[in-house]
């Protein structure tokens, strides 16, 4: 993931706070619910009886957690390798997804931090957010998931609020959305690539935005049809008939793909676009190849976790029991993952991975 970037251009507008504690409830009951699927091989019985996520998992994921906590900046952030707002969103959102209370539970303290982080970091102007339009993605997708979830009572000085020097985390939301759409606008591709003003694009940066722009609109936030549409049809256009996508430049070339597959199958699935046959072509792939190696091993675990769950429970099942036995070997003693991105921004995406065992998060709702 590489880092460039330059700043788009566009005005702030006023937030719109969007209620969605209805919506954090509704995916708790339909965790602990007669209707939860069960994770791990268990009997479908267990959870219909409220059992908890299995120990093992719960296990990795909190010590993941407390390396966490222990290595946040007093400034919010993580700064282990790859740094900036996409990385603290990574965190915020792993921290999010754990099942604990946002604003009384013992994350409380790190999430706010890693959320007052991330709007400090934005462009009062832009809207935009780090050196890249991988960090915007990631850090507007954080932002998203934290709205409406996240009690700001006592988050802002009240006067700062009131003045305009302080956005909510509505305002940098809407902020963060018309900074995409503009730069989206610009682009020949209807689709993103490292810099905010960039003429080409790719399918990994359009992900990350993509998915941030989709959770923002699940989130209440107005997101154009037609920025969506454009943007589905750049992934359609790079998805081959075998279901493999291109990375740049259009079809060809297609090498290794599990991730970038998995990205389109995840699109087409949030965007509510399973009609495409793109989509069945990205989700056989997928399917038929999920135990294929990548480069970018926690990168492609992340988005792989979401594309199964999405396209096929049962196969999501069995790649969710190999995961719980694979990150319980590669976990580090203090909590961590080692990877390419550094500790921090590893453990992240491993513990994503692992969280749609508990579906907590909006995004990771069926």
């Not at 989130?219 to 996508?245: C, H, L, Q, R, W």
């Not at 492609?300 to 995961?323: C, S």
Request: charge should be neutral; glycine fraction near 10%; hydrophobic fraction near 40%.
């Amino acid at each position: 993931m590489k880092h460039h970037g330059t700043c788009c251009s566009f005005a702030s507008l006023p937030g719109r706070r969007a209620n969605r504690i209805g919506l954090w409830i509704a995916c708790v009951l339909w965790t602990c619910g007669p209707t939860a699927v069960p994770a791990l091989g268990q009997d479908p019985l267990d959870f219909a009886r409220g059992d908890p996520v299995p120990r093992e998992v719960r296990e990795i994921y909190d010590r993941g957690l407390s390396y966490l906590v222990k290595s946040q900046g007093q400034d919010g952030n993580w700064k282990d390798g790859y740094a900036g707002p996409g990385t603290t969103g990574l965190a915020l959102m792993a921290m999010l997804a754990s099942g604990e209370d946002p604003n009384f539970g013992k994350y409380r303290q790190a999430i706010r931090r890693a959320v007052q982080a991330i709007v400090a970091v934005q462009d009062p102007h832009t809207g935009y957010m780090g050196d890249s339009m991988y960090q915007h993605g990631f850090a507007t997708l954080a932002l998203a998931e934290a709205y409406g979830a996240v009690d700001e009572t006592d988050l802002w000085d009240p006067a700062a609020l009131k003045s305009g020097q302080q956005r909510s985390i509505g305002q940098a939301l809407e902020l963060a959305v018309r900074c995409a759409i503009t730069s989206q606008g610009k682009n020949p591709h209807n689709a993103w690539r490292y810099s905010p003003n960039a003429r080409d694009a790719d399918t990994s940066v359009s992900g990350a935005v993509l998915m941030g722009l989709l959770a923002a609109r699940n989130a209440g936030i107005e997101v154009p049809d037609k920025s969506v549409d454009a943007a589905i049809a750049y992934f359609a256009s790079m998805t081959g008939d075998n279901g493999a996508v291109g990375y740049s430049g259009g079809l060809g070339g297609f090498g290794q793909s599990i991730a970038r597959s998995s990205i389109a199958c995840l699109v087409y699935s949030i965007a509510k676009r399973k009609d495409l046959k793109q989509y069945q072509a990205a989700r056989e792939y997928v399917v038929s190849n999920m135990n294929e190696q990548s480069h970018y091993e926690e990168y492609a675990r992340y988005y792989e976790a979401q594309a199964l769950f999405q396209a096929d429970l049962a196969a999501w099942e069995k790649w969710n029991r190999r995961l719980v036995r694979q990150l319980k070997a590669l976990q580090n003693d203090d909590g961590s993952f080692s990877g390419q991105f550094g500790n921090a921004t590893s453990t992240s995406l491993n513990l994503l991975a692992l969280a749609l065992n508990y579906r907590f998060l909006p995004i990771y709702e069926r």
